[in-house]
């Protein structure tokens, strides 16, 4: 990316939301950087930011590998606006007896916030649901701070401010899509309290990914490799207009593709103008390698080494300079790259699939053809049912997985042993959080009804599990 003025500087406190908060000032039209604490002073002197974000952490503010937040900031003279562990970094620095850890362990889940006047909270009802993810709170307000929010009536403070000093800080996560009206608390800090302006456009962007490729780039030449799934393609896509044959997609045929994949993405590509080479004799490598155990972990590093040593026998060289212009984008910012270019729907609009694959949806048993096979079938059956009743497009991913334990079923006249299937559908918007997606009894009947016309398959399982405690896929 080209420099630009960076308004709105993050602290990364540790948070699995750090990214959320980026992706939502995004969604809201400003660029904003994340930065480590140890980091934070030196580049914000030099780059001197509008506004700062302390972001949440996994630890305790009294742990002893709590992050070291230098005070120097608090004379910035910017807007701060502290996130769970960074309320309460702001409340402990002001008064070291402010925060007490919670009796039962942990508050986690939502809870339902009581807001005061504040210009943190303009245009919000009087009372939202939160989420809400710590082991502290803070229990005593330090001097010149005013509690502008609570829950439990009134027994547990959920935002402090010093507008005088231009703190503001919230214990729940205003920026996941549990809490209600999430991105209005980030406007009001960002725009209203800072007076950041909207700096971000996708156009804009693309047309720096494209200067920044070439200007890396010079005279050599590009190579990209297309799984089918929507960055690769895209991707590929942004730079076939200024690279042309400078350009060389390839596309390896690993085995663990779903049904018609390859037939499908070669069109889009064909239709998009890039140059695709698929590369289709290594399957068999790939279902030895990754069949050698069932641990993910390890599933995930035989796939890898395979893909690697592939990759140098089709000259593509591992050695050269990597980069990766759309790692900073969050999915459904990719799929809105993909149809400024007018990548039709099949592409833009599909739902996300892992490297491996199905190596990864054959779960507790080795991977084997006959295994892939049914759960490709599997895969595509329930997709061509949630296309039919229009749900697919509103599912963020559907997961259908093979469990890797028999279980006693009646085929026929006897009794035989098979194979479970699950179905997993989840709703998000950035795959850092999401939420079941409940099917209706009359779906899961028809799904049922098609899956267990396969002879090795005896069950179906459905999963409506949110994340967290599950995540998306089983592996």
């Known amino acids: 990316m080209q420099d630009r003025a960076i308004q709105i500087l993050i602290i990364d406190l540790g948070s699995q939301y750090t990214q959320i908060i980026r992706r939502s000032l995004r969604y809201l039209g400003f660029h904003s950087i994340i930065i480590s604490p140890e980091k934070s002073l030196e580049w914000a002197k030099i780059n001197k930011p509008k506004s700062i974000i302390l972001s949440g952490g996994t630890i305790n503010i009294s742990d002893a590998d709590t992050p070291e937040i230098p005070k120097e900031i608090l004379g910035l003279g910017v807007p701060i606006l502290g996130i769970c562990l960074g309320m309460q970094w702001l409340a402990y620095i002001h008064d070291k007896n402010a925060i007490q850890a919670i009796k039962e362990g942990k508050s986690y889940g939502p809870v339902e916030v009581s807001l005061s006047e504040s210009r943190l909270f303009k245009n919000l009802a009087k009372k939202i649901s939160a989420w809400s993810s710590h082991g502290d709170s803070v229990k005593n307000v330090p001097a010149g701070f005013d509690i502008i929010a609570t829950s439990n009536n009134k027994k547990v403070i959920e935002a402090i401010e010093c ?106 590509a064909k239709k998009s103008g890039i140059n695709l080479e698929v590369v289709d004799k290594y399957k068999n490598k790939f279902i030895e390698s990754v069949g050698q155990s069932i641990d993910a972990e390890k599933k995930r590093a035989h796939f890898r080494e395979v893909y690697g040593e592939t990759h140098h026998n089709v000259d593509l060289d591992l050695g050269l300079t990597e980069i990766m212009p759309l790692s900073d984008f969050f999915k459904f910012e990719v799929r809105e790259f993909a149809r400024e270019f007018g990548l039709e729907e099949l592409l833009a609009g599909r739902q996300p699939f892992p490297g491996p694959g199905l190596y990864l949806r054959i779960v507790g048993v080795p991977v084997s053809s006959e295994l892939l096979e049914i759960v490709r079938e599997a895969d595509y059956e329930v ?66 009804g098609a899956l267990i016309k396969h002879p090795k398959i005896v069950r179906v399982f459905y999963d409506f599990t949110p994340k967290p405690p599950a995540t998306t896929e089983f592996e």
Not at 165 to 177: G, M, N, Y
Not at 404 to 416: A, C, F, I, Y
């Open 163 to 268: 507008a005088d000093k231009k703190l503001w800080a919230v214990q729940f996560h205003p920026e996941v899509e549990q809490t209600e009206d999430e991105n209005i608390i980030l406007n009001n800090f960002a725009s209203d309290i800072c007076g950041c302006v909207k700096d971000y456009d996708k156009k804009n962007v693309i047309e720096e990914i494209r200067a920044n490729t070439k200007k890396i780039l010079g005279s050599g030449t590009a190579i990209i490799g297309v799984s089918g799934g929507v960055d690769s393609t895209t991707l590929a896509a942004i730079l076939t207009p200024i690279l042309g044959d400078k350009l060389k997609a390839f596309m390896i045929d690993t085995g663990g593709m779903r049904k018609d994949e390859i037939e499908k993405v070669k069109k889009i």
């Open 383 to 448: 997709a061509e049912i949630l296309k039919k009743h229009n749900l697919y497009d509103k599912i963020a991913q559907t997961i259908v997985a093979l469990l890797g334990v028999n279980t006693v079923g009646v085929k026929g006249d006897g009794r035989v042993y098979g194979y479970s299937i699950v179905v997993r559908t989840v709703e998000t918007v950035d795959f850092m959080t999401v939420k079941g997606f409940y099917l209706n009894k009359e779906i899961c009947e028809e799904i049922t």
